[in-house]
């Protein structure tokens, strides 16, 4: 079992800049990778970006390439996504996933474990 706490969110006006964390607990994490997806109202759950935890390899959705930056303290098992140049289309609840292997995915199903969410809010 993978627990995962994140922490972060709140909400910012347009232009400025948010860091999520992601503490992770629970295995041997090393074998991990840590991915943040984000979901608005009324949308499906949307990939962001992903960190191998042991290595480093990052993966960027399309959506936030450029803008946001995730990183990661190996020995602190925790993962961060750094936002700026947040817009109010990057208001959502945004969540931290865990899934164990050696190849980032972009997609939800293959994440097993998921932290409660944190929200952000970009208003205009």
């Known amino acids: 079992q993978v627990q995962l706490v994140e922490s972060g969110g709140g909400s910012v006006q347009a232009g400025g800049s948010l860091r999520l964390s992601c503490a992770a607990s629970g295995d041997t994490l090393s074998a991990y990778v840590l991915g943040w997806f984000r979901q608005a109202p009324g949308k499906e759950r949307e990939f962001v970006a992903a960190?191998?935890?042991?290595?480093?390899?990052?993966h960027y959705g399309d959506s936030t390439k450029g803008r946001y930056t995730i990183s990661r303290d190996a020995a602190r098992n925790t993962a961060f996504l750094q936002m700026n140049g947040l817009e109010p289309e990057d208001t959502a609840d945004y969540y931290c996933?865990?899934?164990?292997?050696?190849?980032?995915?972009?997609?939800?199903?293959?994440?097993?474990?998921w932290g409660q969410g944190t929200q952000v809010t970009v208003s205009s």
């Open positions: 996933a865990a899934r164990r292997g050696v190849t980032i995915s972009t997609m939800s199903a293959a994440y097993d474990y």
């Open positions: 960190i191998m935890l042991s290595g480093g390899k990052t």
